[in-house]
């Protein structure tokens, strides 16, 4: 770890100041009070955070101001870092605010708890020491505040050896011996735990033995069984294979059967069709025969002449009806003629004077008309008469003719009579001739359907023994069958009784499986408790004892050396006892601290803080701050000559950097850099 830079804003007795720290050795110059060991403390608070008793909030912030903070730039390997962490006064107390670490760029924020992990982890600090409260390898190694350089020198023996053995860690020894104890009585209680459980081992064992015998025994009785399944299986097929033939036959038996019924049903059929049509060609000959006789003799040629006759005599009817009606119609004339002429005579008779010439008509004329009429009268009567006569001949030829016409029709509705007859006699004889063409063709039918039967007859009588025989084959397989059934049944008990010891068999070697490894268990547990017993507590001792050996020689070689630097006094030695207490002997007496000068306790106290830096930074493996050390105020009660020895100091500690922080202007000349620090007021 170096430091690079450190900004403090609101920390003691600096309102805002940043400072730069160069590497090598670098001098805090400047008066008491000025803000120098301020400076460090901050450094302190930035890397761990404050805490009560060591390090407390209200020491660092500055007076009457509300909030404060460090924020401190560093070095650790080739990481950049920087840490800032803030403090704040409330009502009561102050108070640490959350703050972060940027670790090459990355930035984590972090409560107080969590930045102090982050750094211990940084710092390479051992885990077990980042949960107490004190950080003692920093107070030891890289700075130890002012006023506590001397305390360790007066701390009671028991004290300083505890502390001392926390820092290297000589515990652990003690705790693995104590670990020890409880993992031997973990052990016996396994032990005493896998004893019972491997106890029926050997019971179990034999167990399965028999058990194997056991399924030999039924493999036996199956092996012997399955011949006897495999015959019954073969027979069982064999009749299986023989009885399907049958059934194709059987099969063709009832199809020929089916074919003969329908045959049968179809003879039947044509022959009741047959009967009816011999009953009804016996009742058309009859009626045929009937007919016949009807119309024996006759024949129809005179139908036409008759209707011709008929013909005719229509004709002379409606002609004697109309000379009838023309003589009725002369009669009327001259009826009407003969009623003229009687009128005209009636009219002469009366008339005097005529309506013509209106001249008085004489009687001659008169007469002359008379005679003229009368004459004309008399020749109409005499033709009335005569056409009278001749209207009643002609009513007697018209009736005459009436009476031939009608003979004629009854005539001729006779031969129609007869028409009918005649249609009826050949509608019948052709109705006949279709029926016996029709009997022609089922006879043909009957004919085939009866040699279709017996040929269906003489196929069917083929298979006369088929259904014996399957009826044989059939019982065969039904008495085959249980057979079957009963011995896979007892094959198949065999087979489950075998799965279950087979099952039994798998959870015994399995249970001893796990048995065996549990013996195997056992014996590694007794021997590792043995071990523990035996070798391991007593190793833990030795080795605690050579680790505190050695450190104490180490130890005690660095402070005398160290003293010898900074006290060239051949009267005085000092040494450590085994408590690690410092021994100063003056002139071969041994003395007390107390009883020496300011300068000499100094020395005695910057000895023992310069061993206990080596031997801390030699001994703890992986700490990142064996570069750097922070001496505040080493010189005090220092003469002139002593101060000098300053410079061996710096020398041999060959650290890459060391701050020092002293009044003493005489340091000045001894280092690389010097920092002055003036008081802000
Ligand atoms: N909380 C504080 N607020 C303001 N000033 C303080 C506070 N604590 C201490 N001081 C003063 O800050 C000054 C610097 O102290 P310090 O750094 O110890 O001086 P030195 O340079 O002698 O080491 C001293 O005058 C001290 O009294
Ligand atoms: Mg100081």
């Not at 502390?163 to 104590?178: E, G, M």
């Not at 491997?198 to 030999?216: M, N, Q, W």
């Not at 896979?488 to 249970?511: A, H, M, P, Q």
Request: net charge neutral; aromatic share 6%; charged share 35%.
């Amino acid at each position: 770890m170096l430091l690079k830079s450190i900004k403090l804003h609101n920390i003691r007795s600096y309102e805002s100041a940043e400072i730069n720290f160069p590497s090598g050795s670098v001098l805090l110059a400047g008066d008491i009070g000025s803000g120098k060991s301020t400076i460090l403390l901050a450094v302190e608070f930035a890397i761990f955070g404050a805490k009560k008793g060591e390090l407390p909030a209200y020491t660092l912030l500055r007076h009457g101001k509300k909030e404060g903070y460090v924020e401190l730039r560093m070095q650790i390997d080739a990481k950049d870092i920087i840490i800032k962490r803030a403090l704040k006064r409330s009502n009561e107390d102050i108070k640490q605010e959350a703050g972060y670490v940027v670790v090459n760029g990355l930035k984590k924020e972090g409560t107080t708890e969590e930045l102090r992990a982050i750094v211990l982890e940084l710092l390479g600090y051992p885990k077990d020491l980042i949960k107490k409260g004190k950080d003692l390898i920093y107070r030891y190694t890289v700075y130890t505040p002012q006023e506590a350089m001397k305390q360790i020198l007066y701390d009671d023996k028991d004290t300083r050896l505890e502390t001392l053995r926390k820092v290297f860690n000589i515990d652990r020894y003690k705790r693995a011996k104590d670990n020890s104890k409880i993992i031997t009585s973990s052990l016996r209680e396994k032990k005493k735990h896998l004893e019972g459980f491997i106890i029926d081992f050997d019971y179990k064992k034999k167990e399965l033995g028999e058990r194997k015998l056991e399924i030999i025994d039924i493999d036996d009785k199956i092996t012997n069984m399955l011949p006897k399944i495999e015959e019954v299986k073969k027979l069982i097929r064999q009749k299986k294979a023989s009885i399907e033939g049958i059934e194709k036959d059987i099969n063709e038996l009832n199809s020929l059967r089916k074919e003969l019924s329908v045959a049968e049903a179809n003879l039947s059929h044509r022959i009741e069709q047959n009967n009816r049509l011999n009953e009804e060609i016996r009742r058309l000959e009859s009626q045929i025969e009937g007919i016949k006789n009807d119309v024996q003799g006759r024949s129809l040629e005179d139908l036409s002449l008759i209707t011709k006759k008929i013909g005719e005599k229509e004709n002379e009817i409606n002609e004697a009806e109309q000379n009838y009606k023309n003589a009725i119609k002369n009669i009327k004339e001259i009826e009407v003629k003969i009623e003229h002429c009687n009128d005209t005579i009636r009219k002469m008779e009366s008339l005097e004077i005529c309506p013509v010439c209106e001249q008085k008509v004489d009687e001659s004329h008169k007469h002359g008309i008379h005679l003229r009429e009368s004459a004309k009268y008399n020749e109409l009567v005499e033709q009335i008469q005569s056409c009278k006569e001749g209207e009643s001949n002609l009513e007697k030829i018209r009736l005459q003719l009436k009476k031939e016409r009608d003979s004629l029709m009854k005539e001729q509705s006779h031969f129609n009579v007869l028409k009918i007859k005649f249609d009826n006699l050949n509608e019948k004889t052709s109705l006949r001739e279709e029926k016996h063409r029709l009997k022609e063709m089922i006879k043909k039918e009957i004919g085939l359907l009866n040699s279709k039967k017996s040929e269906l007859h003489s196929k069917i009588e083929k298979y006369s023994e088929t259904e014996e025989k399957y009826k044989i084959v059939k019982k065969e397989i039904d008495e085959l069958l249980p057979q079957e059934r009963f011995l896979e049944l007892e094959k198949g008990k065999y087979d489950v009784e075998k799965d279950s010891i087979k099952r039994f068999i798998l959870n015994i070697e399995k249970e001893l499986n796990e048995k065996q490894k549990a013996k195997e268990k056992l014996s590694y547990i007794s021997q590792l408790s043995n071990w523990i017993d035996e070798l391991f507590a007593n190793l833990m001792s030795t080795m605690e004892k050579h680790v505190m050996v050695n450190i104490h020689s180490q130890f005690n070689e660095l402070f005398k050396n160290w003293f010898d630097i900074l006290l060239e006094d051949e009267a005085m030695n000092v040494r450590v006892d085994e408590e690690f207490t410092p021994v100063i002997e003056q002139d071969g007496y041994e003395t007390y601290i107390e009883n020496l000068s300011g300068g000499e306790k100094t020395s005695v106290a910057l000895s023992y803080r310069l061993a206990l830096n080596k031997v801390i930074n030699d001994i703890v493996a992986g700490i990142k701050t064996k570069d750097i050390i922070m001496l505040d105020e080493p010189t005090d009660g220092f003469s002139t000559e002593q101060l000098d020895k300053v410079r061996d100091v710096l020398e041999q500690l060959s650290m890459k950097q060391v701050i020092i922080v002293s009044h003493e202007s005489k340091i000045e000349s001894f280092v690389e850099n010097v920092i002055r620090v003036q008081k802000q007021e």
